[in-house]
C-alpha cells in the first residue's frame, strides 16, 4: 500500500502534536517544580497561545479555536474521570 500526500501531511501534524506535547509538558513539570500553581501556569499558557495566534489578525479563527476548545470542555474531554454528558 503506497502512501498518499494526505496520508503523509496527516502523519508530519500528527508528529508535530507529539513532539508539541512532550514540550508543554515538560515546561509545565518544570513549573510545578518551581512551585508555580497550575492555574497560574495553565493561565500564562493561554494567555501565551491566543496571544500568537491573534498576532495574524484572524479573529474568526480564534475564536472559533475557543468554541472547539470550549465544546470539548463541555463534552468532558480534559476530565478523565468523568464520563460525557
Known amino acids: 500500500m503506497q502512501m498518499t500526500v494526505a496520508d503523509l501531511d496527516a502523519m ?14 515538560a515546561a509545565w513539570a518544570e513549573g510545578l517544580l518551581a512551585g508555580i500553581e497550575p492555574e497560574i ?3 500564562a499558557a493561554l494567555t501565551t497561545a491566543l496571544t500568537e495566534l491573534g498576532k495574524n489578525g484572524n ?27
Not at 17 to 22: D, G, I, K, P
Open 59 to 85: 479573529e474568526e479563527r480564534l475564536m472559533a479555536l475557543l468554541k472547539t476548545m470550549r465544546d470539548r470542555v463541555l463534552a468532558g474531554d480534559f476530565f478523565p474521570d468523568r464520563t460525557c454528558h
Open 12 to 25: 508530519i501534524e500528527e508528529e508535530k502534536r507529539s513532539t508539541c506535547a512532550e514540550c508543554h509538558s
Open 41 to 43: 501556569i495553565a493561565e
